[in-house]
């Protein structure tokens, strides 16, 4: 019984994972001026002598209200605070990057 739930649920995620993979690839490469409004982090892991591991995501709002949250690289997420505005490069769920604009 527990292998029939543990192959389903394997299943699952593939089917998940390649809709995603699927959806992304065929999204356009998209850049829209906006604002990073939230930053979070989730920690997986760490229990029983496994290492952790550290995903880190931040919400965009573009200007007519709509928000995406993207799952980003560490070294990019150091560098982008809440309030920062700029141009974010987006494919799908995909983070392409951000290049904040300065203010004045």
């Known amino acids: 019984m527990f292998?029939?739930?543990?192959?389903?649920?394997l299943l699952y995620n593939l089917v998940r994972g390649l809709r995603r993979?699927?959806?992304n690839n065929?999204?356009?490469l998209e850049e829209?001026?906006?604002?990073?409004?939230t930053r979070r982090a989730r920690v997986t892991g760490g229990a029983f002598n496994r290492p952790s591991?550290?995903?880190y995501f931040?919400?965009?709002?573009m200007g007519d209200g709509q928000r995406l949250e993207l799952r980003?690289?560490?070294?990019?997420?150091g560098g982008i605070v809440e309030g920062d505005r700029g141009v974010l490069t987006h494919k799908g769920t995909r983070f392409k990057?951000?290049?904040?604009h300065s203010a004045g």
């Open 3 to 9: 292998l029939v739930f543990w192959l389903g649920a």
């Open 21 to 23: 993979w699927s959806f």
């Open 26 to 28: 065929a999204s356009p």
């Open 32 to 37: 829209v001026f906006c604002t990073a409004v």
């Open 53 to 55: 591991h550290t995903d």
């Open 58 to 61: 931040i919400t965009f709002e």
């Open 72 to 77: 980003v690289p560490d070294e990019e997420y």
């Open 97 to 100: 990057g951000f290049r904040r």
